[in-house]
């Protein structure tokens, strides 16, 4: 006996019959979208109402000063034409030149038209938008002095086991308890150390008041006997 597959539309639930029905849509941005594209299934006439509601827009990158990175912008074309005051948009992207580089680049030597992998070691704790993934989170566990080292030497902030978001966002609930007992004992042994101090202080004075008191109780009973022996001379 073969099998059917039945395949169901991603967007609302209907029933695709047909193959000639499907369409594969890949979404490559949007608000709510983790660390790369996604692709759903809908019925062909789903896929064609996207087309029709498509908006005319603009993708520019904006490189403003003392951004490490440029902030990519998406608008409706007509609004970013209307920018143009001088000369049509139209005119201007044609007469304007190819794109360059940016002179700018970060220390790593990317922007954020190369997207960096976080799950590796070379690139895992440093802030961006987005899922974190397990993989990540595993390498910043197990890696966590290295990974701070290389932020800080990046100029990135380096992550804290007292920050409730870097606890969050890795998972670092245990290094996080471990830090708190190490401070906790640190500081108990800094306080029995400090009384130790203080109880061998006492002792020490203590025993230097009965050294007083002795040599004072000595110097008086010679007194005495001198005083004895010369009245009896006398």
Known sequence: MGQKTVRFSDLSGQLIMHDDAL??????????LGDGPVEIEALT???EAIEEAALRVAVVDLYLRDDLEPRRLVLEADVFDKLATENP????????????????????????????????L???????????????????????????????????????????DHIERY?????ARE????????LDDEVQTEADAEAEAEAEAEADAEAEAKVGAGTEADAEAEARVGAEVG
């Open 45 to 47: 006439d789903e896929a």
């Open 171 to 175: 998972s670092l609930d245990q290094l």
């Open 122 to 164: 070379e690139h895992a704790g440093k802030p961006h938008k987005g899922k974190t993934t397990d993989t990540e989170k595993q390498l910043v566990r197990d890696h966590l002095a290295e990974i701070n080292e290389r932020l800080a030497n990046q100029g990135f902030r380096t992550i804290s086991l007292t920050d409730p």
């Open 89 to 120: 948009m139209s005119e201007l992207l044609i007469a304007a030149r190819p794109a360059r580089r940016s002179s700018r680049t970060p220390a790593n030597g990317t922007t954020r038209g190369d997207r960096l992998d976080y799950a590796t």
């Open 23 to 32: 369409a594969r849509i890949v979404v490559h941005e949007h608000p709510e």
């Open 179 to 186: 830090h708190t007992m190490e401070l906790e004992f640190g």
